[in-house]
């Protein structure tokens, strides 16, 4: 029998649930009712962090890299991509008829990047082979698991009911330790929040605290301060907001003192732009990823994006390939198939570098004409897959034709 855990984790849709016992007063149990409390006093969720840019620029961009890589089945000894692979078109093509295989691929990652798991089911044919994949609400599946730790899923339906799937037939991303990013970081997000409300209302009141009115005549009984009360309610309604900075008449001796502000509370930006760095620390991302370029140049900036390649958006990469493999490949294909991503996407370069580095390549025999062709999007040529080396007649190399002499030259 399920345990209380479970059943309330189906019933209110926190998604994948924990071995962990917790009573519902615990701060554990607050993730089961859709809103993480933080000290700043703002309530952190999903939706509430996307308000935050740099959070939705963190998950737009892991999640876009992922959904632009192309990958591909092929053989492990020989290389040759196996477009007759059932696999072939779902990891490259389409995932299913309305969902392009990147498309499928961003939606996953943004899903787990969120709420820390993606769910996609396999849609087999008669006999078992891959057809589709469908994407499934992280917040109708649970994670089962036996006494062996072999997981199964409990997939709630939309009609009612639910369905248990084994783990072959789900393909399953999730994050590290299967815990969103958002929930690591709730202080940060919440605290990004709430300076964000606060810098909001200060320039709603045209960056300036409210001040206060003297005057110099006695005011005594209710009927004065009810007098008081009025003349604050009319300056409040004549001058505040839209109106701040109007011509003001102040009569019965009235004057109105403004109340300076302080460089701590005028001076938003060095926090603001702490708490991008906070983020860009828990997605794991280059800080200038999230356009925060104060301490960036031309170099930094380009080795940046190269580790945001390589210590960011790979260890997805390789969940994608995995997941891939154990549910579209057959365990006899596993012994001889690979699926595998082609990260050329990622590092391309300008237009002359490009060029310098496949001339390169064809110099040394490592590409031919026609991969390079490939490479750009071009048809192949005929003779273009010999791996010869154009810049020199040796090693191999097509010697040139000697001139014609001139048949009217004595």
Same mark, same amino acid.
């Given at each position: 029998m399920p345990s209380?855990?479970?059943?309330?984790?189906?019933?209110?849709? @926190?998604?994948v649930?924990?071995?962990?016992?917790?009573?519902l007063?615990?701060?554990e149990?607050?993730?089961?009712?859709?809103?993480?409390?933080v000290?700043?006093?703002?309530?952190?969720?999903?939706?509430?962090a996307?308000?935050?840019?740099?959070?939705a620029?963190?998950?737009g961009?892991?999640?876009?890299?992922?959904a632009?890589?192309?990958?591909?089945p092929?053989?492990e000894?020989?290389?040759? *991509?196996?477009?007759?692979?059932?696999?072939?078109? $779902?990891?490259?093509k389409?995932?299913?008829? !309305?969902?392009?295989?990147?498309?499928?691929?961003?939606?996953?990652?943004?899903?787990?990047l969120l709420?820390g798991?993606g769910f996609?089911? *396999? *849609?087999?044919n008669?006999?078992?082979?891959?057809?589709?994949?469908?994407?499934?609400?992280?917040?109708? *599946?649970?994670?089962?698991?036996?006494?062996?730790?072999e997981?199964s899923y409990?997939i709630?339906?939309?009609?009612?009911?639910?369905?248990?799937?084994?783990? &072959?037939?789900?393909?399953?991303i999730?994050?590290?330790?299967?815990v969103?990013?958002?929930t690591?970081a709730k202080?940060?997000?919440?605290?990004?929040?709430?300076?964000?409300q606060?810098?909001?209302? !200060?320039?709603g009141?045209?960056?300036r605290?409210?001040?206060?009115?003297? &005057?110099?005549?006695?005011?005594?009984?209710d009927?004065?301060t009810?007098?008081?009360?009025?003349? $604050?309610?009319?300056?409040?309604?004549?001058?505040?907001g839209?109106?701040?900075?109007?011509?003001?008449?102040?009569d019965?001796g009235f004057?109105y003192?403004?109340?300076? &502000?302080?460089?701590?509370?005028?001076?938003?930006?060095?926090?603001?732009?702490? @708490?991008?760095?906070?983020?860009a620390?828990?997605?794991?991302?280059?800080?200038?990823?999230?356009w925060?370029?104060?301490?960036g140049?031309?170099?930094?900036t380009?080795?940046?994006a190269l580790q945001?390649? @390589?210590?960011?958006?790979?260890? !997805?990469?390789?969940r !994608?390939?995995?997941a891939y493999?154990?549910?579209?490949?057959?365990?006899?294909d596993?012994d001889?198939?690979?699926?595998?991503?082609?990260?050329?996407v990622?590092?391309?370069?300008?237009?002359?570098?490009q060029? &310098?580095?496949?001339?390169?390549f064809?110099?040394?025999?490592?590409y031919?004409?026609?991969?390079?062709?490939?490479?750009?999007?071009?048809?192949?040529?005929?003779?273009?897959n010999?791996l010869?080396n154009?810049?020199?007649?040796?090693?191999?190399?097509?010697?040139?034709?000697?001139?014609?002499?001139?048949?009217?030259?004595?």
């Amino acid at each position: 029998m399920p345990s209380i855990t479970q059943r309330l984790a189906r019933e209110i849709g @926190q998604g994948v649930t924990e071995s962990k016992a917790f009573t519902l007063t615990s701060p554990e149990a607050y993730g089961l009712f859709a809103g993480v409390p933080v000290r700043s006093g703002v309530t952190v969720t999903s939706s509430t962090a996307l308000r935050v840019p740099a959070v939705a620029a963190a998950i737009g961009f892991i999640s876009e890299s992922c959904a632009i890589m192309p990958f591909k089945p092929h053989d492990e000894v020989s290389k040759e *991509v196996l477009r007759q692979h059932p696999a072939f078109k $779902i990891v490259r093509k389409r995932s299913n008829p !309305w969902t392009s295989a990147g498309k499928l691929r961003g939606q996953l990652t943004r899903d787990a990047l969120l709420c820390g798991h993606g769910f996609a089911q *396999v *849609v087999r044919n008669g006999e078992g082979k891959p057809l589709e994949l469908h994407r499934l609400d992280p917040a109708a *599946v649970s994670v089962e698991t036996d006494d062996y730790d072999e997981p199964s899923y409990r997939i709630r339906l939309k009609g009612g009911g639910d369905t248990v799937l084994p783990y &072959t037939d789900v393909l399953h991303i999730s994050t590290l330790d299967g815990v969103s990013p958002i929930t690591h970081a709730k202080e940060a997000i919440g605290l990004a929040l709430a300076a964000e409300q606060h810098l909001a209302n !200060w320039f709603g009141r045209a960056g300036r605290p409210s001040g206060y009115l003297a &005057t110099t005549e006695k005011v005594s009984g209710d009927k004065g301060t009810a007098e008081l009360e009025k003349m $604050i309610k009319r300056w409040n309604d004549v001058h505040a907001g839209e109106n701040s900075g109007r011509t003001a008449i102040l009569d019965r001796g009235f004057q109105y003192y403004p109340l300076s &502000t302080s460089n701590t509370d005028a001076e938003f930006y060095n926090n603001r732009i702490e @708490q991008i760095r906070e983020i860009a620390r828990a997605f794991r991302i280059p800080v200038t990823m999230l356009w925060e370029l104060s301490h960036g140049t031309m170099a930094n900036t380009e080795q940046l994006a190269l580790q945001f390649m @390589q210590w960011s958006i790979k260890p !997805w990469l390789d969940r !994608w390939k995995d997941a891939y493999a154990q549910v579209l490949l057959s365990p006899e294909d596993s012994d001889e198939i690979e699926i595998e991503y082609e990260p050329k996407v990622m590092l391309s370069v300008d237009f002359a570098a490009q060029a &310098t580095a496949y001339s390169q390549f064809v110099a040394m025999r490592a590409y031919t004409p026609n991969d390079v062709r490939s490479g750009m999007n071009m048809p192949p040529l005929p003779g273009g897959n010999d791996l010869i080396n154009p810049f020199t007649t040796s090693d191999g190399g097509a010697t040139a034709p000697e001139p014609q002499a001139n048949e009217t030259e004595e």
